[in-house]
């Protein structure tokens, strides 16, 4: 059950960022950098739990898309 959850979790973050070729600049910075602050902040979170590495990629899916989205309006301003 661990493998399949975590290979649906990284086609989930692969996914997420795959657009990232029309993003404008700051649409990429805000994503990126919400992958990192977001897999940081859930490895953490997860690892009080026992499962730090779900954590990491659930947090660094949430980031990059709320970065994404955040940057993205940012570019549209």
Do not use: P, Y
């Not at 290979?7 to 990429?28: D, I, P, R, T, Y």
């Not at 953490?44 to 739990?49: E, F, K, L, N, P």
């Not at 990629?57 to 940012?74: D, K, M, P, S, W």
């Amino acid at each position: 059950m661990d493998k399949i959850f975590k290979g649906m979790m990284v086609l989930v973050l692969a996914a997420s960022v795959a657009g990232c070729e029309s993003m404008g600049g700051n649409a990429k910075k805000g994503a990126g950098l919400g992958a990192l602050a977001g897999a940081a902040a859930g490895g953490i979170i997860g690892h009080q739990g026992g499962h730090g590495w779900e954590g990491a990629l659930i947090g660094g899916a949430t980031g990059a898309v709320l970065g994404g989205a955040v940057g993205n309006e940012a570019d549209k301003r």
